[in-house]
Each structure stands twice: as C-alpha cells, then as structure tokens.
C-alpha cells in the first residue's frame, strides 16, 4: 500500500476515536432532553444523513444486494436492536453523570472483543490475552466483592458493542450499506414514537427554537462521520495498529469526566480502573510483539 493511504489511514483512525472521545460534549449540550428522544433522533437523522452520503458516493447496488439476503437482514436486524441500545446507554451515561463508567466499559471493550473471538470465530488467546483478560475479570470481582457494586453501565456498554462488533464482522456488509440498513429497520419505530408523542415530548421540532432542531439534526453527523472514519481506516491500516487508536476515546472520556465535569473518582472506581489499565498495557504490549514478531 501507498505510503501516503497508510499517513491517511492513521489520521482517519486518530479522528474517528477523538470524535468518539469528545461526543460526550454534544450529548450535554442536550441535557434538557431525554435520552430516548435524543436516540430517535440519532436513528431518524443518521438515516438521512447516510441517504445523502451515499447519493453523493454511491454504494446503493450493494445496497441492493443487502435487501435480496435474508439471513444478512436478520443479523442486520439483531445489530439494529445492539447499537440503539448501546447509543440509548451511552446517551443516559453521559446526562446523568456517569461518565467514568462510559469510560470504563469502552476500556473493558477491547478485551471483551479478544474474548468473544475466542468464543464464536474459533480464535486462540495467546498467554498475555489470557492474562490480560484474568486481570481485567479481578477488577470487576474486587468491586463487586469488596464494594459491594458491579460496574453494570459499563459491562452493558461493553457487551452491546462487543456482541454488535461481533455480529458485524460475520455478517461481512460494509459500513456505509450496514449503518443504512440499521438505521432503516430502527426508522419505523422510531417515526412512530415521534408521533406518538408530540405532545409531550421535550423535543418536538414544531415548537423547537431553530438551535435546538439544528443540535438534533447533528445527530445524524455525530454518528455518521467518525464510523465512516473508522471504516477507512479499517481498509488502510493493520487491525493490530487500530488497536493501538481504540484507547483515544475512552481516555478522553476520562479526562473530561474527572477535570470538566468533576465526576467522583473514588476508590471503588480506582481499584477497577487500575486492574483495566493494567489489563490494557498487557493486552497492548502483545500486540506490538505480535507484530514485531509478524513483520
């Protein structure tokens, strides 16, 4: 590949995670709405956001080809379902100070993915994967143990997005065509609820201020640009560099919730982080010897 495809690939990589890392700023300035109407209009704007994208690029006739497999709509389907629970999550997370644990599921994330790898496409962890999932697994037992809590806001996070990565990659659609299709299928309902509740609801763009209908609206572009980011990096750059870039957004994540938002970082949150940050520096550390080793 082209020297300057691969410099792209990193810059795309780099902004697709602090995209994701600084998104929790737009979430806030809409804390006055719910995060469920946030999310209906996430899905409805993301939507025609991608019609429009794809109007200018193209991709339709694999879009096309989508709509004519239904075992590919079916996971399509499931996928739809994982990601709007995952946005509607990470939306509440943010609004009602919570933060750090949208931080941490995104950090448990990764070691989620290796173990899920494992599980269902028959890959094997190698000695440091397994000690960088052991630790990760005892920082959650300690706080469950010794505090008396389990981190269940950012297990969710990490699972959604763990078994929605999962079912992605089986069902082999490209981005631009799978993002549409979900947003397709999630189009109905979530028409249906802006109906339906019109008259109550804190975002109803007919008596909106224009401000607040052109922050909804950029829901649409908060969710499209970092994906498709990601998606050219993806085709760019090693799988094992992109790892290298996945800490970027939970790592801005944290940042802002400690230092902006002044979110308590005691001690049960300490000791879990700690065991996650430990687990990632292993996991990390074998995947540049992996590819030391590779290359």
Request: proline share 3%.
């Amino acid at each position: 590949m082209p020297n300057h495809e691969y410099r792209k690939g990193i810059l795309l990589a780099v902004s697709a995670y602090c995209m994701w890392g600084f998104a929790p700023l737009y979430f806030k300035l809409l804390h006055q709405v719910s995060a469920t109407e946030i999310l209906i209009h996430r899905v409805v704007w993301s939507f025609v956001f991608m019609v429009i994208i794809m109007l200018f690029i193209g991709g339709f006739s694999r879009l096309r080809l989508v709509f004519k497999q239904p075992k590919q709509l079916l996971v399509l389907t499931i996928t739809s379902i994982l990601i709007a629970g995952n946005w509607l999550l990470f939306i509440w997370a943010v609004n009602n100070d919570h933060m750090l644990d949208a931080s941490l599921g995104y950090f448990i994330n990764p070691l989620l993915n290796v173990l899920l790898g494992m599980l269902f496409l028959g890959e094997r962890l190698r000695k440091l994967q397994w000690v960088a999932v052991g630790l990760a697994s005892i920082g959650v037992l300690v706080q469950l143990i010794s505090f008396g809590s389990i981190p269940i806001v950012s297990l969710a996070l990490a699972s959604t997005f763990g078994f929605y990565a999962l079912l992605r990659k089986k069902v082999n659609v490209d981005a631009k065509s799978g993002l549409l299709v979900e947003t397709a299928i999630l189009l109905p309902v979530a028409l249906i609820y802006l109906i339906a509740t019109l008259d109550n609801a804190s975002a109803n763009m007919l008596t909106n201020t224009w401000q607040l209908n052109a922050m909804l609206m950029a829901a649409g572009i908060i969710t499209t640009i970092p994906l498709l980011c990601f998606a050219g990096a993806a085709t760019r750059i090693p799988l094992s560099m992109l790892g290298f870039f996945q800490y970027i957004g939970p790592s801005i994540m944290f940042i802002l919730a400690v230092s902006l938002f002044n979110e308590p970082f005691d001690a049960e949150k300490g000791v879990t982080f700690g065991f996650i940050w430990s687990a990632l520096l292993v996991f990390t550390l074998d995947m540049a010897y992996k590819r030391k080793t590779t290359s």
